[in-house]
């Protein structure tokens, strides 16, 4: 049996102001794989380097997974309005994409 399910990813267009709060989130987080993202390596890390190329905004593609993860890097920072911003909006697409119903497909003709 094949089983194609439905795996959403998000398109988000990201300042070098919103990736810099990230990355201060990150360094001052307790757990050791958000502060791992800021690091060579690190999803962060990555982002930055596409900055230093030269590009005044980039427009990742990410999955659910590493959408979440972003706003776990800033889940303890709430005095910064840029981050305020991004998990308002970062929640709201998360949780309309768990809404949604799931689409799967099997097909079994080989079986």
């Given at each position: 049996?094949?089983?194609?399910?439905?795996?959403?990813?998000?398109?988000?267009?990201?300042s070098?102001?919103l990736?810099?709060?990230?990355?201060?989130?990150?360094k001052a987080?307790?757990?050791?794989?958000?502060?791992?993202?800021?690091?060579?390596?690190?999803i962060?890390?990555?982002?930055?380097?596409?900055?230093a190329?030269?590009?005044?905004?980039i427009?990742?593609?990410?999955?659910?997974?590493?959408?979440?993860?972003?706003?776990?890097?800033?889940?303890?920072?709430?005095?910064?309005?840029?981050?305020?911003?991004?998990?308002f909006?970062?929640?709201?697409?998360l949780?309309?994409?768990?809404m949604?119903?799931?689409?799967?497909?099997?097909v079994?003709a080989?079986?």
């Amino acid at each position: 049996m094949i089983k194609i399910e439905q795996v959403p990813h998000f398109r988000m267009t990201m300042s070098s102001d919103l990736l810099e709060a990230l990355i201060l989130c990150s360094k001052a987080h307790y757990d050791q794989e958000c502060k791992n993202a800021s690091k060579f390596g690190g999803i962060l890390y990555g982002f930055k380097n596409q900055f230093a190329l030269g590009a005044e905004s980039i427009t990742p593609l990410l999955t659910f997974r590493e959408l979440d993860f972003l706003l776990k890097i800033c889940e303890m920072v709430n005095d910064l309005e840029i981050v305020s911003k991004f998990k308002f909006a970062a929640n709201q697409v998360l949780t309309w994409a768990q809404m949604q119903p799931s689409m799967t497909l099997q097909v079994s003709a080989y079986e």
